[in-house]
């Protein structure tokens, strides 16, 4: 059985956001904030070996309560937040961030489960399996059809 890893990001679950284009140039708005989030999995995952063959991710998205709901912060924590962020741009994120230092490639990620719910603190919390007992064959030689 394998060791089952929880990874916590600390703060508000940031959305991926798409690079700027200037004249002749590419800006990643959020670039100092994927390489804290980068150092802080890298610190986590210590000396661990990256995660390979197909991957589940199991994500939970800890939103702020805004400040005009604090007196329904005891009814909010832990129901469902439907509000923006986009819960898929928030996966983007983490996938981004998690790619080379979790794992080689964000393509591994095969199976997804997510949600996003008020939390206090606010944080990303998520673990990673591996799928490989789910499937047949050899992942060694396991090739890509073209």
Sequence with gaps: MEEVVVYTIPGAPIPLQRPR??????????????LII???????????PLYNGPLLLNATFYMPLAKTREKQKEKLLGTPDF????????????LDCANKILYNDDAQITAIITKKIYGDPPRTEFTLRTLKDHYKGDFKTLKRIK
């Excluded at 509000?83 to 983490?94: G, T």
């Design 83 to 94: 509000y923006k962020p986009d819960i898929d741009n928030l996966i983007k994120m983490v």
């Design 21 to 34: 284009h200037y004249v002749n140039r590419v800006y990643d708005a959020q670039k100092n904030h994927k």
């Design 38 to 48: 980068g150092i802080n999995l890298t610190n986590q995952h210590g000396d661990r």
